[in-house]
């Protein structure tokens, strides 16, 4: 009976023992989990701030000059270009932009620097000549790709013909490149609006002011054609001869003044003079260092960006 009686205990301090290990088993489980879930929310939250401290930061200066223009988006159709979604409408506004055929890789660019656009030389133009030609100034071109290089100093700009905007009745969306070169270590504390500025030195925005003003002028023109018909149906033929006796008197007057000094053309102007003084030429022969603008009567020879002959 005794034996019985130990045989009876030691079985339930047994199942006691395997109870509690299971227990401890158990509790050790949820310890181990609750800590790997802890962990993961603490990895979260340490992703959410550090995305929002990304999301916060600065845009780069890249970024912000891309935010100053539109880029063109072009695709293949029908075996050639096609404007997509056009972009911001830039003008040229200085010769010796170089372009190439739309499928050459790389485009030859040219230089700004110091207010100074220096067209490209070497290998590049030398290849591409039989299929190149330079824009001329008032072309209109999108832009096509931004870069920055902070580290070099430059911004590049790389542009295709906006043949609809030129009236190209054969597109050809010629392509070309400048590179806007600042001084060493001055683009990264260069402000946004003076880039931009320097950019329009060569491609200006088209703000559309050319067509606006002939619009006006259009008005202009047929509010007064209006005025002076109701004028002359309102007051008879006497104020006609009036107007008509004006009109004599304002040409003998633009007879009697003096006529208007010729303009002059000097060695050592640069090609913005001479525009300014000549207009824009019929023909510009670009030959690097040296470029002329062909006129009807006369011919200006630049050299290092200076008159340095005429004929």
Do not use: W
Request: with cysteine; net charge neutral; glycine share 10%.
């Amino acid at each position: 009976m005794n034996r019985h009686s130990e045989r009876c205990e030691e079985s339930t301090h047994r199942k006691r023992s395997a109870i509690l290990a299971l227990a401890f088993a158990t509790m050790a489980c949820c310890a181990i989990v609750l800590c790997n879930q802890s962990a993961a929310l603490d990895g979260q939250n340490n992703a959410g701030q550090n995305n929002a401290g990304q999301n916060n930061a600065p845009p780069s200066l890249q970024e912000q000059i891309k935010a100053q223009y539109k880029l063109v988006k072009v695709g293949v159709s029908g075996g050639g270009l096609t404007v997509l979604n056009p972009g911001t409408v830039l003008n040229v506004q200085k010769a010796g932009l170089l372009g190439v055929p739309p499928q050459t890789m790389v485009p030859c660019a040219a230089k700004f620097q110091d207010g100074n656009l220096n067209s490209p030389t070497g290998f590049c133009p030398a290849m591409m000549k039989s299929v190149s030609r330079f824009l001329q100034v008032g072309d209109k071109v999108y832009p096509l790709k931004i870069d920055v290089s902070l580290d070099k100093d430059r911004v590049a700009f790389q542009i295709v013909e906006c043949d609809s905007c030129n009236g190209t009745e054969q597109p050809s969306f010629y392509k070309s490149e400048v590179i806007f070169q600042f001084a060493k270590g001055s683009l990264q504390s260069t402000g946004v609006s003076q880039i931009i500025d320097t950019i329009g030195q060569v491609l200006a925005i088209d703000n559309g002011d050319d067509s606006q003003q002939n619009g006006q002028n259009q008005n202009q023109d047929q509010g007064g054609n209006q005025n002076n018909a109701q004028n002359g149906n309102g007051n008879g033929n006497g104020n006609n001869q009036q107007n008509n006796n004006q009109s004599n008197g304002g040409g003998a007057q633009a007879q009697q003044q003096s006529p208007q000094e010729p303009q002059q053309i000097e060695k050592g102007q640069t090609p913005d003079q001479v525009k300014a003084a000549l207009g824009n030429p019929d023909k510009i022969v670009n030959l690097g260092a040296k470029l002329i603008y062909v006129y009807k009567d006369i011919k200006v020879t630049f050299l290092n960006g200076k008159v340095s002959d005429v004929q």
